[in-house]
């Protein structure tokens, strides 16, 4: 089922949450909505649900105005951070509760709750959980036993809101894999909040990148990380070098250096600041002829595959990072304190955008 918001606005107060957003949900896939806290993710995914109402706008489901349609009626499926499990029901009774509630013309008999409640163990990897209690289960089991409790009355979207905010590090990204694994095999249309980057780009189909209740930018996670359309992208998503500076025809002169932007060749002494990933720059020895930005290696963490050099302009003292091969740090035998030259492979370049 696809879902579309048109128009949404929300307020709290003086605070504006939402800000005329309009969006489209495609059927079947999953959708992250991400953003720092204060965006506004949060209030969509309520708006959507049917939790909170907007001032304005409208929510769609499967093409049919739903906003007047009371939360019970949308069948939505809802994951909260803190798993809202009952704490004096079984994993069983948890999951069967949305059935055995539902009217008694359509509530499904005690056999097929059995069923479905056990093919959903089945399905979270947890039938041998089904007589424990919330209380005796780890945070990444309780959090798989409210995801299946939500699957359980078959919703025609499944909200999710920051679900594995609560969990350590290495659950989180345990988790992470398993529910794009459920996905792939249930293809229920999902949206899910969170403000973690990683987890966006690792799980969704789609992101949605929201700020101060507005959308950023959507796209496929490849799309947004690799082609950020405004600075607000750029700075979210990974760490990022910035080089200020004044932009004219086509180059940027940032504090003597020049670089080249040659998507403003019109611009004419213009403000302008260049992003650089760290892995974006290339980092040598300096010689006197080098061409590029002088440094000074301030500190080198080369642990794993990649090492972190933390390097110091020699013009102004700007802190610039840089990541390349730890082979590579290893074959060059840079020392703290050296002298190097780094050279930008790849520039993207904003200009008079309140930066």
């Excluded at 499944?158 to 345990?174: I, M, N, Q, S, T």
């Excluded at 794993?304 to 091969?325: C, F, H, Y």
Aim: aromatic residues 8%; hydrophobic residues 40%; glycine residues 8%.
């Amino acid at each position: 089922m696809g879902i579309e918001v048109r128009n949404i606005n929300k307020r709290f107060g003086n605070f504006v949450a939402l800000d005329n957003v309009s969006l489209s949900f495609p059927q079947g896939e999953l959708t992250a909505l991400l953003g720092p806290s204060g965006c506004g993710k949060t209030t969509l995914l309520r708006i959507i649900a049917g939790l909170e109402q907007p001032d304005a706008g409208q929510v769609f489901l499967d093409g049919q105005d739903a906003s007047a349609h009371h939360v019970r009626e949308r069948q939505v499926g809802f994951v909260f951070q803190h798993y809202a499990l009952f704490k004096h029901m079984t994993v069983f009774e948890n999951i069967a509760f949305g059935l055995r509630v539902k009217p008694r013309n359509v509530r499904p008999s005690e056999a097929d709750i059995r069923q479905k409640v056990m093919q959903l163990l089945e399905l979270v990897q947890l039938d041998w959980l089904a007589d424990r209690y919330p209380p005796q289960l780890s945070g990444g089991q309780r959090q798989r036993i409210a995801l299946a409790r939500a699957l359980a009355v078959e919703p025609r979207v499944l909200l999710l809101d920051e679900p594995f905010g609560a969990l350590d590090a290495k659950v989180r990204k345990e988790l992470r894999r398993w529910l794009r694994r459920l996905h792939d095999e249930l293809h229920v249309t999902s949206i899910f909040v969170t403000h973690d980057q990683e987890e966006a780009l690792e799980v969704a189909d789609q992101i949605v990148l929201m700020n101060k209740g507005k959308v950023e930018q959507i796209g496929a996670p490849d799309e947004v990380y690799n082609h950020p359309s405004s600075p607000f992208v750029y700075g979210f998503l990974g760490n990022v070098n910035l080089f200020h500076g004044r932009v004219h025809e086509g180059v940027l002169d940032a504090g003597g250096v020049t670089l080249d932007a040659p998507d403003h060749v019109q611009a004419q002494d213009a403000k302008g600041v260049g992003f650089v990933r760290p892995h974006e720059l290339e980092v040598d020895r300096y010689t006197a002829d080098a061409e590029g930005i002088v440094a000074r290696l301030r500190r080198a963490h080369a642990i794993g595959p990649l090492a972190q050099l933390e390097l110091e302009r020699a013009d102004n003292q700007e802190l610039i990072e840089a990541v390349i091969s730890t082979e590579r740090y290893t074959q060059l035998g840079f020392s703290e304190g050296e002298t190097l030259v780094v050279r930008p492979k790849r520039l993207r370049v904003f200009v008079d955008q309140g930066i």
